[in-house]
C-alpha cells in the first residue's frame, strides 16, 4: 500500500532545501576563491588565504543558521496548523448523529443534517483535503471511519447532486483520502447498491463501482436517480464495509 503523509513531504522538502543550499553556498565561496587569485595574480599572501578561509567558514554557518531558524519557524507554524487540525477534526466527529436514510430530495429543498453532512469549505479547512466537484446545485460530505488492523482510517464521502428534467437527480459520489493523508488506501472501493442490497448495473452491463489504485487522490462514479429511489453507497476497505443509504 503506497501512502504519503505531511511528514514524509516535509522531510523531503527539508532534504531538497539542504541541497540547493550547499550548492549555492559551494558556487558562491568558488567564485570568492577565483576572484582572489585573479586580484592576486594567482599568488594570494598566506595571511589572506587564512582570512578568505576563515570568512568562508562564517560565511556558511551564518547561512545555515538563517535557513535553520527558518526551517524552526515553518515546523512551529505546520505543528500549530496541526494541533488546530486535530482539534477541528475531533469536533466535527463527535457527537455526529447517524443517518439510516438521507433524503437526497429534502437537501435540494434546503434541509440538510448538517452535523453529520459538512460544506466543502468546512471539510477543507478541517481536514486539509482538495475536494474536486463539478459545478451542482448542493453539495456534501461526511467522514466515514474505518477501524483497521493497522489503526484508524479515515476518508470523506462527498456527494453532489444537479437537478435533471423529469423529476430526475444527477448524483456525483466521490470519495477522498482524510486525516493528513496525500493518497487513498490502495484497494479502498465503494459500490452503489439497490434497494435490494444488489448491486446497481449501468447501461454497459457493468456494475458501478470505483476503486482506488496506487496515489488515488480520489475516486468517483456519477449516476442518476428518479424521485423516490432507494439506493446505498457500500464503502469498504480491507474486509470491513460501511454503507450509507439514499433516498431521492
Not at 47 to 63: D, K, N, P, Q
Not at 163 to 188: H, M
Amino acid at each position: 500500500m503506497a501512502r504519503v503523509n505531511r511528514n514524509e513531504i516535509s522531510l523531503y522538502e527539508e532534504a531538497r532545501d539542504g541541497l540547493i543550499s550547499l550548492f549555492q553556498q559551494t558556487v558562491q565561496v568558488f567564485i570568492g576563491l577565483l576572484l582572489l587569485l585573479i586580484l592576486t595574480k594567482g599568488n594570494p599572501p598566506g595571511f589572506l588565504v587564512g582570512f578568505s578561509f576563515i570568512a568562508g567558514i562564517i560565511f556558511v554557518a551564518f547561512r545555515e543558521n538563517k535557513r535553520f531558524t527558518k526551517f524552526i519557524a515553518r515546523k512551529s507554524s505546520d505543528l500549530s496548523q496541526e494541533i488546530i487540525f486535530s482539534e477541528t477534526t475531533t469536533a466535527i466527529e463527535s457527537d455526529v448523529p447517524e443517518e439510516s436514510l438521507v433524503n437526497l430530495n429534502n437537501w435540494l429543498q434546503g434541509t440538510i443534517n448538517a452535523s453529520a453532512w459538512k460544506t466543502v469549505d468546512v471539510l477543507e479547512r478541517a481536514f486539509g483535503a482538495k475536494l474536486v466537484v463539478v459545478r451542482s446545485d448542493i453539495k456534501r460530505g461526511k467522514v466515514i471511519n474505518f477501524e483497521t488492523d493497522v489503526g484508524k482510517q479515515t476518508v470523506i464521502l462527498l456527494i453532489a447532486l444537479s437537478r435533471e428534467a423529469n423529476q430526475t437527480i444527477k448524483v456525483l459520489i466521490q470519495v477522498y483520502p482524510s486525516g493528513g493523508e496525500v493518497f487513498l488506501p490502495e484497494g479502498l472501493k465503494f459500490t452503489v447498491l439497490e434497494a435490494s442490497g444488489e448491486p446497481v448495473i449501468d447501461v454497459e452491463g457493468k456494475v458501478i463501482e470505483a476503486e482506488a489504485k496506487t496515489n488515488s487522490y480520489y475516486i468517483q462514479r456519477r449516476i442518476t436517480a428518479t424521485s423516490g429511489k432507494k439506493f446505498s453507497i457500500k464503502i469498504s476497505l480491507e474486509n470491513i464495509n460501511v454503507i450509507q443509504e439514499f433516498i431521492v
